[in-house]
């Protein structure tokens, strides 16, 4: 049984900090690019960033780079999201996701075939 689970969520005031992780099992992480994603109310879901098996290739969304840090410990078949510089726009719910796609289109929700429940992260102006 494939589980991903987001963690690190929560209510931030404009310009401090968060960082999620997303905890995987039943799977051998090193072999997914894992990506994140996020959802605001009323708005479609949109990519954030995606990090490559090795952790060779980063790709961040235009909104986000500069602010946000991708990683992963293949070790402990966890990704991570520091988020810095938050906005109140950064508001939104937050999703891991898995790709096995050999070399896939990172932005593309399609790519993806596991997802995590998702962690609310708020940012108040």
């Known amino acids: 049984q494939v589980q991903l689970v987001e963690s690190g969520g929560g209510l931030v005031q404009a310009g401090g900090s968060l960082r999620l992780s997303c905890a995987a099992s039943?799977?051998?992480?090193?072999?997914?690019?894992m990506g994140w994603f996020r959802q605001a109310p009323g708005k479609e879901r949109e990519f954030v960033a995606a990090?490559?098996?090795?952790?060779?290739?980063?790709v961040y969304s235009d909104s986000v780079r500069g602010r946000f840090t991708i990683s992963r410990s293949n070790a402990k078949s966890t990704v991570y999201l520091q988020m810095n510089s938050l906005k109140p726009e950064d508001t939104a719910v937050y999703y891991c996701a898995a790709s096995k796609v050999i070399a896939p289109s990172v932005s593309l929700g399609g790519e993806y075939v596991y997802w995590g429940q998702g962690t609310q992260v708020t940012v108040s102006s």
């Open positions: 990090i490559s098996r090795s952790s060779w290739t980063t």
């Open positions: 039943g799977v051998t992480f090193s072999d997914y690019t």
